[in-house]
């Protein structure tokens, strides 16, 4: 690292500290430290959620998933797009849940089923969240190990220890004061100023490295593979396993299964001015998309190029020499790629990709701390206490336990032993408590049959299926199933199990209406006028993806926009499947395709979206201070559940 890199590194983090400190005198109750007073328009949502996308652990699974698969998963996954995305615009459960008003997801488990079952899904979910999220501070600090070329090891005292350990627990202790400091308000306006800095200089990144590799060098590394296992050519990738077309389908099953089941960033479910706001917020996520994946697909071909192309032989020779030294074999290709970016990235540019992804493991272990600290105090602790905490005693506890969850992701990364890829441990460990969470949250939400009794039934059942995949695996490294099929078997088991307990044990419909503050419970403030209701009635195929009277002109155009852009690519898909059936594309036309379609047209679009979503923020943030200003205070919206009250 050059001096120029420790400063860009350093400006970024001292900004951090001092919003940090700056907006703690907003916090003035618990909906505040919870859901930021629930003031946040679409854009502080999309991109202050957008920045968990950003750290060193995520882009990790990304490289390993793309050094794997290369473009052939791209191109089986533009069936993903279209459905997500009516998902999105439809609001589908998102939009239900901020109806409700509940500050967490265990909450509206109260509402709707009742407070044992709240208590259990608060247990459940912490323990399957902590377990996720144990890794993750050190595979970010594995990263940082490797790309600043530090040393393995560290003597202190006359005792040896690896270097990353002092690194997680540095990056833990900003982590946490982030966090502690003024709770989600903090948070969204540290992540908001971390996610716009960071697609500026992501761009930066992109347009360097590709003016250090030429296609042709990327093309010829990348058509360089054996019969079967073509990280191009998605009809010659029978060879590759792990990430394939079975891999997508059962992504999508289990995507939409479980929106919003997931709780490592719940208070964004509830930190929306009004609930269309929080569609919106979910929306422009899929545009700002386009920034973290032109970035990741730029990163990974370079650095696979800089190791395979023979015009970088002495380089790679170097990066090599570091890898054979790694005893493990699944740390030693999930730094492959990092290591490789460390060596070829120029001053200056080095320190921009560090400042990335140390905001952006800032921006996704904040929101960790906050969602799984939150949930042990809001739907473990306070169920169970007969007397209401007063406010400041209630953010006390919320402190407490957010410090306890970066204590124990300190101890399991320093201890736990990874046998497997990233992305299939957050498969497996998700799947325990989405597992049977989601039909409990879909049927819940929709379904005014669905019963108490079925929803234990779920929750346990996907637990123990998830939890012994889990420990076979451990036992049996051979074991036929890989965490996403393991999760997928979960997922479909509860379901029918929630479904035909609920029609057993139904004695009287729920009222939905009560719960969701519809019809004569409806409250003002939720409401957003009918902006354009002739519209409703001329656009037939807009009210069949989701897009009703509460999308003004320009929500329609954001909506269709994205839309339309991921049915042109599943058309694009279609043709060319049936196309390379009858006549395959050779390497040089695949490689023409994914230049422009894996590449340039995204670049192009994540330019466009980075300067729209400046202005959006900025304009965000304004209203979002001033309403914390003006904010009235109600000391009783602490996440209880009033039984004998009709809100």
Request: aromatic content about 12%.
């Given at each position: ?35 930021g007073g629930r003031c946040a328009g679409r ?296 290591t490789a970016l460390s060596t070829l990235l ?302």
């Amino acid at each position: 690292m050059a001096l120029i890199d420790w400063i860009v590194l350093g400006l970024p983090l001292i900004l951090l500290i001092a919003i940090a400190a700056y907006t703690s005198r907003y916090l003035k109750s618990v909906a505040d430290y919870m859901a930021g007073g629930r003031c946040a328009g679409r854009y502080m949502l999309c991109v202050a959620r957008g920045e968990m996308g950003l750290g060193a652990a995520v882009f990790v699974t990304q490289f390993e998933i793309f050094n794997k698969s290369g473009f052939t998963l791209t191109w089986w996954n533009w069936i993903t797009m279209p459905v997500l995305l009516i998902i999105a615009i439809s609001g589908f459960v998102v939009y239900r849940f901020r109806e409700t008003r509940a500050l967490t997801l265990a909450q509206f488990l109260e509402m709707r089923y009742s407070r044992a079952l709240r208590i259990f899904s608060g247990l459940l979910g912490f323990f399957a969240g902590i377990m996720n999220f144990g890794i993750i501070p050190a595979v970010g600090a594995r990263f940082f190990v490797y790309f600043l070329g530090l040393p393995q090891n560290l003597t202190l005292l006359g005792v040896t220890f690896p270097t990353f350990i002092l690194l997680m627990g540095m990056f833990l202790m900003v982590t946490t004061y982030l966090t502690l400091a003024g709770g989600q308000i903090t948070i969204m306006i540290t992540d908001c100023t971390s996610g716009l800095m960071g697609q500026w200089m992501l761009l930066a990144i992109i347009a360097t490295l590709m003016g250090m590799f030429t296609w042709s060098q990327i093309s010829s590394v990348m058509l360089t593979r054996p019969p079967g296992q073509s990280l191009m050519n998605p009809f010659d990738s029978k060879g590759l396993t792990d990430f394939n077309m079975c891999y997508i389908l059962m992504s999508i099953f289990v995507g939409v299964y479980s929106t919003m089941a997931w709780q490592n960033s719940s208070a964004y479910n509830s930190a929306a001015r009004t609930p269309h706001e929080s569609r919106m917020g979910n929306i422009l996520g899929r545009w700002k998309e386009f920034v973290n994946l032109t970035a990741v697909t730029m990163l990974a071909l370079a650095a696979i190029t800089f190791l395979n192309h023979p015009n970088f032989s002495a380089g790679a020779s170097t990066v090599n020499g570091i890898l054979d030294g790694i005893s493990n074999p699944q740390i030693r290709e999930q730094v492959r790629i990092p290591t490789a970016l460390s060596t070829l990235l120029p001053a200056g540019i080095k320190g921009l990709l560090c400042a990335v992804l140390l905001m952006g493991v800032f921006g996704g272990d904040t929101i960790h701390l906050h969602s799984w600290g939150s949930m042990f105090v809001q739907d473990i602790i306070l169920p169970l206490r007969k007397k209401p905490l007063s406010p400041a005693l209630h953010i006390r506890y919320l402190r407490l336990a957010m410090l306890g969850v970066a204590v124990f992701a300190f101890l399991f990364g320093a201890f736990f032993t990874q046998t497997e890829y990233v992305i299939m441990w957050f498969r497996v460990t998700m799947s325990i408590y989405i597992g049977g969470a989601g039909s409990v949250i879909i049927g819940g939400l929709y379904w005014k049959k669905g019963t108490t009794a079925g929803a234990w039934a779920a929750l346990l059942t996907g637990a123990v299926l998830s939890v012994g995949g889990i420990i076979v695996r451990q036992i049996y490294p051979g074991f036929p199933l890989n965490g996403m099929e393991i999760s997928f078997w979960a997922t479909l088991t509860a379901i029918i199990v929630y479904v035909g307990v609920s029609v057993l044990t139904v004695k009287e419909n729920f009222n939905l209406d009560r719960m969701l503050h519809r019809g004569v419970y409806a409250m003002k403030d939720d409401e957003v006028a009918d902006v354009n209701p002739v519209v409703k009635q001329k656009f037939k195929i807009s009210k069949l993806i989701g897009i009703d009277e509460k999308f003004s002109r320009s929500d329609r155009r954001v909506s269709g926009g994205i839309f339309w852009w991921s049915m042109l690519l599943l058309f694009v898909l279609i043709i060319g499947t049936i196309w390379n059936l009858i006549a395959p594309w050779s390497n040089y036309v695949w490689a023409v395709f994914w230049r422009w379609t894996g590449l340039l047209l995204p670049l192009t679009i994540a330019v466009c979206t980075t300067i729209w979503f400046t202005f959006g923020v900025l304009k965000d943030m304004g209203r979002f201070f001033t309403a914390l200003r003006n904010e009235r205070v109600d000391v009783h919206d602490d996440g209880t559940v009033k039984h004998d009250s009709a809100d």
